[in-house]
């Protein structure tokens, strides 16, 4: 498997910082057709040939991913979009 490791620090507090997170995956399921729900502090995401999780931390905000064989041809265009999408909602809040 193709690993995608995405963090990004922030400084709001923890109810803002699960907002984010929750939007970032509304984006990703709009773009990549994502299924997602919250476990804990994790917000799981999954879809054919991708799954990971958001994770919400004090001070940074995390997205790991894992690509399947058929996905990772696209691994660098992906990453740019979950890159491009987190840094847009961190700067919008």
């Known amino acids: 498997m193709s690993r995608i490791d995405v963090c990004r620090s922030h400084s709001m507090d923890h109810e803002h910082a699960l907002r984010v997170a929750d939007e970032l ?8 057709d994502f299924e997602w729900h919250w476990e804990g502090e994790k917000l799981r995401l999954r879809r ?15 997205v790991h991913l894992e690509l399947g064989m058929m996905l ?10 979950v890159i491009r999408q987190l840094e847009e909602i961190l700067a919008r809040n």
Do not use: N, Q, T
């Open 25 to 32: 995956a509304r984006d990703l399921e709009s773009h990549y």
């Open 48 to 62: 054919s040939g991708i799954k990971g999780e958001v994770e919400v931390l004090p001070d940074e905000i995390g």
């Open 72 to 81: 990772r041809p696209f691994r660098h265009r992906i990453e740019g979009e």
